[in-house]
Nanobody
Framework: QVQLVESGGGLVQAGGSLRLSCAASGTIFSINAMGWYRQAPGNQRELVARINGGGGTNYGDSVKARFTISRDNAKNTVYLQMNSLKPADTAVYSC???????????????WGQGTQCTVSS
């Protein structure tokens, strides 16, 4: 069993910052890419940021230069630092992990339960 648990969401004013964390636990052999996605009411889920096992990153166009993704491999944790937040960033943010649970086994994408981030104007 693998679990991803997010924390750090909440309510913030426009221009403010939030830092999200997502810790993976359970039967984990290795974690490749980890990422953050978001979904606002009435919208499709969209990529916010991803970081691969080597530390390479990519970001959604709307968050570039404002958000930073990082990871601590020793803690199986991925972070998302969100600065200069806008009301349009309001959404449920979910983390993902591409995880192998045994050596030479398949890699599956696991998801956290999501955390609400609300930016007021």
């Amino acid at each position: 069993q693998v679990q991803l648990v997010e924390s750090g969401g909440g309510l913030v004013q426009a221009g403010g910052s939030l830092r999200l964390s997502c810790a993976a636990s359970g039967t984990i052999f290795s974690i490749n890419a980890m990422g953050w996605y978001r979904q606002a009411p009435g919208n499709q889920r969209e990529l916010v940021a991803r970081i691969n096992g080597g530390g390479g990153t990519n970001y959604g166009d709307s968050v570039k230069a404002r958000f930073t993704i990082s990871r601590d491999n020793a803690k199986n944790t991925v972070y998302l630092q969100m600065n200069s937040l806008k009301p349009a960033d309001t959404a449920v943010y979910s983390c993902s992990g591409d995880i192998m649970t045994r050596e030479a086994g398949p890699t599956y994408r696991y998801w956290g339960q999501g955390t609400q981030c609300t930016v007021s104007s």
